[in-house]
Every structure is written in C-alpha cells, then in structure tokens.
Nanobody, 128 residues
Framework: QVQLVESGGGLVQAGGSLRLSCAAS????????MGWFRQAPEKEREFVAA????????YYADSVQGRFTISRDNAKNTMYLLMNSLKPEDTAVYYC?????????????????????WGQGTQVTVSS
C-alpha cells in the first residue's frame, strides 16, 4: 500500500518561504496525478495545487497562483511545494494526496474525492 509522508513545514514570518516535500513509497508514484491540499482550523480542506503524472501540467488555486510552485521528481518518488511570499492566511496543515486513477482521468483534479491516498499532514504557520 502506498504511503505518503510530508515534511518541511514550520513557522515562518509573513513574506518568507518554505518548501514542502511529499515522499511516496512503492513503484507507482510516476503513474499518478498528485495534489496538495490544506486545512486551516475550523475550515474545510481546500485544494492548493496539482501536478500531472509526468509533471508537464500543473494547476493552482487562485489564492496561491503566482506564489506557490508544485513540482515532482519521479526518479525520487517525491513531490514538492515551494511556497513564496507566504501570508498569515496560508497557515494550515498541508496534505499531499495521490489521485484515484493512474495517468488519464480528469484534469485538473481539484476535489478531495478525486484522491484516495493521503499523507498525515505537515503544519505551516505564518506569523504576521
């Protein structure tokens, strides 16, 4: 069974940067669209960014467009989220997720139920 492990979260001042990583187990990582979601206290989980299985296509929520960059290294079974110009409203637990279906499928995948494997999350706190 695929396991996803996020890392790289922490406390940063507004305007700062962080890079999150999502390491996947198994040999099928390269076959799946991957995504980042986040959940702030007392709010529902929301889509942040997605990247196609090959890495050739990316998609972002409007709230992070131009500030965040999603990428992946299929040789290392790892996905990344580079977050620049962080704002206090970016504070949340960030989760990586794997799409339900390999390759193909809808694009972009922005809904939680389009993903079926989730990491445990990593906390990102942005102070003002």
């Amino acid at each position: 069974q695929v396991q996803l492990v996020e890392s790289g979260g922490g406390l940063v001042q507004a305007g700062g940067s962080l890079r999150l990583s999502c390491a996947a187990s198994g040999r099928t990582f390269r076959m799946y669209t991957m995504g980042w979601f986040r959940q702030a206290p007392e709010k529902e989980r929301e889509f942040v960014a997605a990247i196609s299985w090959s890495g050739s296509s990316t998609y972002y929520a409007d709230s992070v467009q131009g500030r965040f960059t999603i990428s992946r290294d299929n040789a290392k079974n790892t996905m990344y989220l580079l977050m620049n110009s962080l704002k206090p409203e970016d504070t949340a637990v960030y989760y990586c997720a794997r799409a339900r279906v390999p390759t193909g499928g809808n694009w972009p995948m922005t809904k939680s139920d389009e993903y079926d494997r989730w990491g445990q999350g990593t906390q990102v706190t942005v102070s003002s």
